[in-house]
């Protein structure tokens, strides 16, 4: 700072929320089901040729029909929270190259953003369950894109799976019915 006569040395620090922030994945088992978000570009980094690409482990099925992307709200503070009604368009804003391998049984697949990344997107999913009860299934992600350097981050995820059981008896005797007919 100078004010016409003397210079004054000024120290800073910003932090910006969700900086660096890319990419994070979380999952969540929902009965036979693990519904899996994503969070991308939370940091608004701008990010050209921006793909996604998810793979989950073996032991669950991806539903692939589930996978929908949305856009999001982000607050003066930075705090980002996911808008329903801002639903992404395959084929306009993004496409999707699902690969399901059925030699070895690995599903994986990719998202291609059609448009330039500026903002924060939220993408949700559900598999369905193929483990036993205390096992996990985990989900790795990547995101890779061309800013002034190659914008690269990835995360993964995992959760154990519950499941409740249950065992009971009945017992029945054989009795008799009687029907009486009126007019």
């Known amino acids: 700072f100078n004010d016409g006569d003397k210079d004054y040395p000024l120290d800073g620090k910003v932090t910006v929320p969700n900086g660096g922030n890319h990419i994070a994945k979380s999952g969540k088992q929902n009965g036979e089901n693990v519904d899996w978000t994503v969070n991308i570009n939370f940091s608004q980094s701008t990010i050209e040729d921006a793909i996604i690409r998810d793979t989950p482990s073996t032991n669950q099925r991806v539903l692939k029909d589930t996978i929908k992307l949305f856009g999001t709200k982000v607050d003066n503070k930075g ?33 291609h953003f059609l448009q330039t990344l500026t903002s924060p997107y939220v993408m949700k999913y559900s598999a369905v369950i193929d483990e036993i009860n205390g096992n996990q299934v985990s989900n790795g992600i990547a995101i890779e894109g061309k800013n002034t350097q190659i914008i690269e981050g990835d995360d993964d995820d995992y959760i154990v799976v519950q499941s409740s059981t249950g065992s009971g008896t009945g017992n029945g005797f054989r009795g008799s019915i009687i029907v009486t007919k009126k007019d």
């Open 79 to 111: 705090a980002v929270t996911i808008d329903t009604t801002k639903v992404l368009v395959e084929g306009t804003d993004y496409t999707l190259i699902f690969n399901d391998d059925p030699l070895t049984g690995v599903q994986t697949f990719e998202i």
